[in-house]
């Protein structure tokens, strides 16, 4: 491949599939919380089945925002939005779907609401009411997201379409929106699940730039990028099985080989869905996009740019890839060099295929197959 194929531009998005994949996933992750509320993290002995279904029913739809926010008809609705400067509807609409949540608890008179309220209570919040905390918590929220929307769109309004990138001064614009939602989600149930669309929206949309420019289509785009994150794949396998037996850090466990359909389906969706989502969100079309943009503008700065200059994209992937293996040093050396590989293999795959859906499915089938049948 040559290597200026890197550095192309991301072509415009048919929107085949991604509508599709939107609608497929609602009763998967319907089926996903269900299941943990039967036999996972959230089984308690006498659960009653209409909280089951109540939280099953929006914890679906809520992971179902980010995957809608690729699609069309998405699309369209957030620019018409954003046109009409209808921010605060954008920014409102996260905090009145849980406090729906929240009433349908109180109206059907069930327990799980004094649950929830006991968690909402802990410190740094426990000398404040429970109307009182959740007041506080919606101006928080709802006043960050504007901020944040506010800010990128003026911020966008004011640049030609020609001179927009995403630089430090756009993450910004994020940071307001998205740190009172991480502060938070640990104390208000169903608020972890709007970070990622919420970042998304003042991200890709509110600054102008589009889902193009960030490659955020969770659908692969042609064949040739599927058998892309096969090779890809079979790369990370190979590597991590080297890695490991010529360190002597591993021992094999087959946990999931020998796991029921339910643990299988768990952690296939765990990883793919929630956290490979999420977190290539957060690696890939944030910060390999920020480091991108930023080499290729001082590149335009000098008349003799450095090797990377010509290739701001590849020079991106390795300084993305060291940034995530120290993002995972808690864990040891070795699992951090780990982490550096696999996050060469999601950033070749993000910027070869020009979208999200390798990097998400290479993500979520290594973590799947690795960390869940070895013990490093």
């Known amino acids: 491949m040559n290597l200026s194929q890197f550095e192309s531009p991301t072509p415009l998005y048919s929107g085949r599939g991604e509508t599709a994949l939107a609608l497929a996933v609602l009763p998967l992750a ?85 649950t929830h309220a006991l968690a909402m209570q802990r410190r740094p919040w426990s000398s404040l009411s429970l109307p009182v905390f959740l007041a506080l918590a919606a ?9 944040g929307l506010r800010l990128a769109s003026r911020d966008a309004a004011a640049t030609p379409p020609a001179d927009r990138f995403f630089g430090w001064r756009q993450l910004c614009w994020v940071l307001p929106a998205v740190i009172p939602y991480l502060i938070l989600q640990r104390h208000l149930p169903l608020l972890w699940c709007f970070t990622t669309p919420v970042a998304v929206l003042v991200m890709i949309y509110a600054t102008g730039l589009g889902r193009e420019y960030f490659g955020f289509s969770l659908v692969p785009r042609s064949l040739r990028e599927f058998l892309t994150v096969l090779v890809l794949l079979a790369v990370g396998l190979s590597a991590f099985l080297l890695i490991t037996m010529l360190s002597g850090s591993i021992a094999y466990t087959g946990t999931l080989w020998n796991s029921d359909w339910i643990t299988w389906y768990k952690a296939a969706f765990m990883w793919l869905v929630i956290v490979g989502i999420s977190e290539e969100v957060i690696f890939r079309c944030g910060i390999l996009t920020l480091i991108a943009a930023y080499m290729d503008r001082r590149t335009k700065k000098t008349d003799s740019p450095a090797l990377w200059g010509h290739y701001p994209r590849l020079g991106a992937v390795l300084l993305t890839s060291v940034l995530f293996g120290v993002a995972h040093l808690y864990r040891g050396v070795t699992f951090a060099m780990l982490a550096f590989i696999a996050s060469l293999l999601y950033s070749l795959s993000f910027v070869i295929g020009k979208s999200l859906s390798g990097p998400v499915l290479l993500h979520g089938i290594l973590n799947v197959l690795i960390l869940r049948n070895f013990q490093l």
């Open 139 to 147: 101006v928080l929220l709802t006043a960050g997201c504007y901020a």
């Open 30 to 114: 319907f089926l996903h919380t269900l299941l943990e509320c039967l036999s996972g993290s959230r089984a308690i002995p006498g659960q009653p089945w209409p909280y089951m279904l109540l939280l099953s029913g929006f914890s679906a739809v809520a992971l179902g925002a980010v995957l809608f926010l690729a699609t069309p008809a998405g699309d369209r609705l957030v620019r018409r939005l954003l046109a009409a400067k209808r921010l605060f509807c954008l920014s409102v609409l996260p905090v009145v779907y849980v406090g729906c949540y929240l009433l349908l608890l109180r109206l059907l008179n069930l327990p799980q609401l004094y």
